[in-house]
T-cell receptor, first 111, second 110 residues
Framework: DTEVTQTPKHLVMGMTNKKSLKCEQHMGHRAMYWYKQKAKKPPELMFVYSYEKLSINESVPSRFSPECPNSSLLNLHLHALQPEDSALYLC??????????FGQGTRLTVV | GQNIDQPTEMTATEGAIVQINCTYQTSGFNGLFWYQQHAGEAPTFLSYNVLDGLEEKGRFSSFLSRSKGYSYLLLKELQMKDSASYLCAPAPRGDYKLSFGAGTTVTVRA
């Protein structure tokens, strides 16, 4: 199983809502990632978890809150987002130095 | 930190060859990845170069020169389905940080 599963595939939320994005992998990977991708731009790294601990936060606003409940799951909690946060959010996992496997992403629209 | 430089766009005709260059400066180096991303889809892994030289995988080949901080991805016998964005990324080291260059959008024309 080389799959990274993200849910939901699409999400529309208001600026006062709280929602969560979910990501799951069963490859035993030690590193998990959140990326944000705007149209015609490359994926932009947000957070990295290694061994279930947050190891990198690329100065992401606190309205994005990551969580790693266990080695297979990664969540991204969203609160008080702005319309400019509308984007494709990608989750990925890897063994660390090896190739990363990406989920299909959640397309988020903030209204 | 990392500086990664790729051309923004390239256009070629079906059946042709295209070479996408990537130059990088990174503190510490552990190899270089190339990923392909079709519009609206997730990136998919294409190649990983650790040692200098050319790695060939079917129609796609990737080259690395560590001393020059330079890599290229060679796409041969282009097909319409090769129209995509191609991303280069230095492989993470101990911090597991995987960051991409700006990507090169390749458009294949009939």
């Amino acid at each position: 199983d080389t799959e990274v599963t993200q849910t939901p595939k699409h999400l529309v939320m208001g600026m006062t809502n709280k929602k969560s994005l979910k990501c799951e992998q069963h490859m035993g990977h030690r590193a998990m990632y959140w990326y944000k991708q705007k149209a015609k731009k490359p994926p932009e790294l947000m957070f990295v978890y290694s061994y279930e601990k947050l190891s990198i936060n690329e100065s992401v606003p606190s309205r994005f809150s990551p969580e790693c409940p266990n080695s297979s799951l990664l969540n991204l909690h969203l609160h008080a987002l702005q319309p400019e946060d509308s984007a494709l959010y990608l989750c990925a996992s890897s063994q660390g130095s090896g190739e990363a496997f990406f989920g299909q992403g959640t397309r988020l629209t903030v209204v | 930190g990392q500086n990664i430089d790729q051309p923004t766009e390239m256009t070629a005709t079906e059946g042709a060859i295209v070479q996408i260059n990537c130059t990088y400066q990174t503190s510490g180096f552990n190899g270089l990845f190339w990923y392909q991303q079709h519009a609206g889809e997730a990136p998919t892994f294409l190649s990983y170069n650790v040692l200098d030289g050319l790695e060939e995988k079917g129609r796609f080949s990737s080259f690395l020169s560590r001393s020059k901080g330079y890599s290229y991805l060679l796409l041969k016998e282009l097909q319409m389905k090769d129209s995509a964005s191609y991303l280069c990324a230095p492989a993470p080291r101990g911090d597991y940080k995987l960051s991409f260059g700006a990507g090169t959008t390749v458009t294949v024309r009939a």
